[in-house]
């Protein structure tokens, strides 16, 4: 399956979960959202061979607001 | 993983709540939850009119859907910070544009920065390499912030959700500042006529909450950053954040919500001479005094350090 982070993109085997491939390209699966096929999934989902897989960042940072 | 509520493939797991959902109880889930803690921090009533500082991104945008939504007379404000590089303040703007088309009724106002004061953002660090530059926007950006509130009478609210928070709180605990500790919370009652009410209607979703609810809800935000946030050190503080909560599900809500239980048992309170039992607040156990030129409150006598900021900036040029 192809998996696609901001200007990255990978080509993994299908069979492991969103999770798995998450770790496998360097993500913490916490820090991420997985949308498979156009669609919002949780991370324990099965990826198949055919799956398209953007994940999108969910940290945003900037002014620590402090005061 | 199915929904908890109706058995449908869920679309996010809240491991920290224990609560998969689907799109359509999630979507439920949002508001009904950002409501209560409105009520419980009373952070604002229903006839009052909320201010939402947005930026484009996905909290500040979502908060205002979800504020419209549960039928709050909630108006937007963006501040045009001139950021240039990588066409940032431009494409932001654009997305908030877009959102108030979509929205009939939605007001907005802009605050364009380098119109108004004769500098953007970036002209401003420039000047000051000393300084950070997300520090010089933060305290530009909280003035603007304040003084449009109270120019439209209204309570303002920001998309914080609870990784910036517990950031904030992780960075202000690293250094010991107890006096940001004592003024950090979900709401900021206003302590003084110039200084409008501030709440955070998200302080208790997870960033990856937000941006689910961002992306069911179809809202189109900025997804770049800032070019100035990357080594930003909330992000990096967010990350380890991250990190402990990969281990210790529920960590940075924990850590979080034990700090608002202590602050409000008084554990962060100077013994004032008017009992310990005053709520916190924002100028909580200083001497406050009025800028000479603003009036807004100040701790520094003379002028505000915004009003300070631009009196140098003026004399360099002239
Ligand atoms: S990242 Fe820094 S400079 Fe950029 S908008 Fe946020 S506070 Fe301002
Ligand atoms: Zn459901
Ligand atoms: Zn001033």
Same mark, same amino acid.
């Given at each position: ?67 | ?67 419209? $939504? ?9 501040? @045009? ?7 940032? $303040? ?72 609870? @990784? ?155």
């Amino acid at each position: 399956m192809r998996i696609t982070y901001r200007d990255k993109a990978w080509e993994l085997p299908g069979g492991m979960t969103a999770g798995d491939a998450i770790k496998k390209v360097g993500l913490d699966p916490e820090a991420v959202l997985v949308v498979r096929n156009g669609e919002l999934v949780t991370d324990d989902v099965i990826l198949s061979d055919e799956d398209e897989v953007k994940l999108i960042a969910v940290v945003s940072g900037g002014d620590g607001e402090v005061s | 993983m199915r929904c908890r509520r109706c058995s449908k493939p869920a679309v996010i797991n809240m491991r920290q709540h224990k609560l998969a959902l689907c799109g359509e109880h999630f979507l439920g889930w949002i508001p009904a939850q950002t409501q209560r803690f409105i009520k419980k921090y009373e952070m604002f009533d229903p006839g009052e009119t909320i201010l939402v500082a947005v930026s484009g991104g996905k909290d500040s945008l979502s908060l205002w859907d979800l504020l419209l $939504s549960l039928g709050y007379e909630a108006r937007g404000l963006y501040i @045009d910070l001139g950021i240039s590089e990588e066409g940032y $303040s431009s494409s932001s703007l654009a997305k908030v544009d877009r959102f108030v088309e979509k929205r009939e009724g939605a007001r907005l106002k802009v605050v364009d920065v380098k119109e108004v004061y004769g500098k953007s953002i970036p002209q401003l660090a420039r000047e000051r390499p000393e300084q950070k530059t997300c520090s010089l926007c933060g305290l530009v950006k909280r003035y603007i912030m304040n003084e449009t509130a109270l120019e439209e009478g209204a309570v303002l609210a920001t998309g914080h959700n609870l @990784d910036d928070e517990a950031a904030v709180l992780l960075q202000n605990v690293l250094h010991w500042q107890t006096g940001y500790l004592l003024r950090q919370a979900p709401v900021l009652p206003s302590t003084h006529p110039r200084l409008a009410q501030k709440a955070k209607p998200f302080f208790r979703f997870y960033e990856r909450e937000t941006a689910a609810y961002a992306i069911l809800r179809g809202i189109d935000y900025i997804y770049e950053e800032c070019p100035f946030a990357t080594g930003a050190t909330t992000i990096f503080y967010k990350e380890l954040l991250n990190r402990l909560e990969g281990r210790s599900r529920g960590a940075k809500l924990q850590f979080y919500l034990s700090f608002l239980r202590a602050r409000e048992k008084g554990f962060f309170l100077r013994m004032l001479p008017f009992g310990p039992e005053r709520i916190p607040s924002v100028n909580e156990g200083l001497e406050l005094g009025e800028c000479e030129r603003c009036g807004q409150p100040t701790t520094a006598p003379g002028l505000c350090a915004f009003c300070r900021l631009w009196k140098v900036a003026e004399a360099e040029v002239g």
